[in-house]
């Protein structure tokens, strides 16, 4: 006799597929999934680095320092623009900031995405902001929005848990954010939309932050900042990443809400952290 699931068993069965990182049905021919991520990587980087140029070519890059400094009025009358305004507005005034300070202030004061408007606070950093390594998960959760910081919650223990085996805390040598700062309502996954409009907040972030390894907890961060789909194929590999002319180290592990929905996946986190350990030479 076939179980017939309810509703809410086929949310968190697809949740937990999606958490796992499938995204594809099987099919009657092998796939090198590893050359078809690689091919992936290719291609964002190829992107950004026509963006960078692109940017660099824009009218109006040559302005004075003074009106640099100035964020982009994303809006007359307070209310969030047109998707394409806000995601330029967002690019305009990620761009203007010089430092993390004024990063969290124009951040604080941007308009252009509606998850603010729900949201208790502005999420924007927690951690050491000389610390080597910066850790990038997706966005607040409840006591993330009540708190102020990222990586409160049980989640946030474990990744505590974790950061301590390996001789990191966020106190004096680990550095954490979030790609999105405001807490989707009822802890949703954000929309495409509202990913593309904070996207450039926290590429700026990154840039202004320096680290020599990022690490994209859980699948949104890997796709987002690393351009890979399905965190299980993904993690566990370095990867370059351009941040401003530099070259760095990433690495995508899984979030600590899989592992304690999942604790059987801690086999293959501990390897990524060993990685993380590794190229840090803790």
Same mark, same amino acid.
């Given at each position: 006799?076939?179980?017939?699931?309810?509703?809410?068993?086929?949310?968190?069965?697809?949740?937990?597929?999606?958490?796992?990182?499938?995204?594809?049905?099987?099919?009657?021919?092998? +796939?090198?999934?590893?050359?078809?991520?690689? #091919?992936?990587? $290719? !291609?964002?980087? =190829? %992107?950004?680095? &026509?963006? /960078? *140029? @692109?940017?660099?070519?824009?009218?109006?890059?040559?302005?004075?320092?003074?009106?640099?400094?100035?964020?982009?009025? +994303?809006?007359?009358?307070?209310?969030?623009? #047109?998707?394409? $305004? !806000?995601?330029? =507005? %967002?690019?305009? &005034?990620? /761009? *203007? @900031?010089?430092?993390?300070?004024?990063?969290?202030?124009?951040?604080?004061?941007?308009?252009?995405?509606?998850?603010?408007?729900?949201?208790?606070?502005?999420?924007?950093?927690?951690? $050491?902001?000389?610390?080597?390594?910066?850790?990038?998960?997706?966005?607040?959760?409840?006591?993330?929005?009540?708190?102020?910081?990222?990586?409160?919650?049980?989640?946030?223990?474990?990744?505590?848990?974790?950061?301590?085996?390996?001789?990191?805390?966020?106190?004096?040598?680990?550095?954490?954010?979030?790609?999105?700062?405001?807490?989707?309502?009822?802890?949703?996954?954000?929309?495409?939309?509202?990913?593309?409009?904070?996207?450039?907040?926290?590429?700026?972030?990154?840039?202004?932050?320096?680290?020599?390894?990022?690490?994209?907890?859980?699948?949104?961060?890997?796709?987002?900042?690393?351009?890979?789909?399905?965190?299980?194929?993904?993690?566990?590999?370095?990867?370059?990443?351009?941040?401003?002319?530099?070259?760095?180290?990433?690495?995508?592990?899984?979030?600590?809400?899989?592992?304690?929905?999942?604790?059987?996946?801690?086999?293959?986190?501990?390897?990524?952290?060993?990685?993380?350990?590794?190229?840090?030479?803790?």
């Amino acid at each position: 006799m076939v179980q017939q699931l309810t509703p809410d068993a086929i949310e968190a069965l697809l949740v937990f597929y999606r958490d796992a990182g499938v995204d594809m049905a099987l099919s009657e021919e092998a +796939v090198d999934r590893f050359a078809e991520g690689e #091919a992936e990587l $290719a !291609a964002r980087q =190829a %992107a950004m680095s &026509a963006q /960078r *140029s @692109a940017s660099r070519d824009e009218p109006g890059n040559g302005r004075s320092p003074a009106a640099a400094a100035r964020p982009v009025p +994303v809006s007359a009358v307070g209310s969030p623009p #047109a998707p394409d $305004a !806000a995601v330029y =507005a %967002a690019r305009e &005034a990620a /761009r *203007s @900031a010089a430092d993390l300070d004024e990063l969290k202030r124009i951040l604080e004061s941007f308009d252009g995405c509606a998850l603010k408007a729900t949201a208790s606070r502005t999420v924007f950093e927690d951690g $050491a902001r000389d610390a080597r390594v910066m850790f990038v998960g997706e966005a607040p959760g409840r006591d993330e929005d009540l708190a102020g910081k990222p990586f409160v919650g049980r989640s946030g223990q474990l990744l505590d848990r974790m950061l301590a085996a390996i001789g990191l805390d966020r106190k004096t040598n680990a550095y954490i954010a979030n790609i999105i700062p405001w807490r989707p309502p009822g802890n949703r996954t954000p929309t495409p939309q509202e990913i593309a409009i904070c996207e450039p907040f926290i590429r700026r972030q990154i840039e202004l932050k320096a680290p020599d390894l990022l690490v994209c907890v859980g699948g949104p961060s890997t796709e987002t900042l690393m351009g890979l789909k399905g965190i299980m194929k993904s993690r566990g590999r370095l990867q370059p990443f351009a941040v401003g002319d530099r070259q760095i180290q990433v690495i995508a592990t899984l979030h600590p809400a899989y592992l304690l929905r999942s604790p059987i996946a801690k086999r293959q986190a501990w390897r990524d952290l060993l990685t993380i350990k590794a190229v840090l030479g803790l």
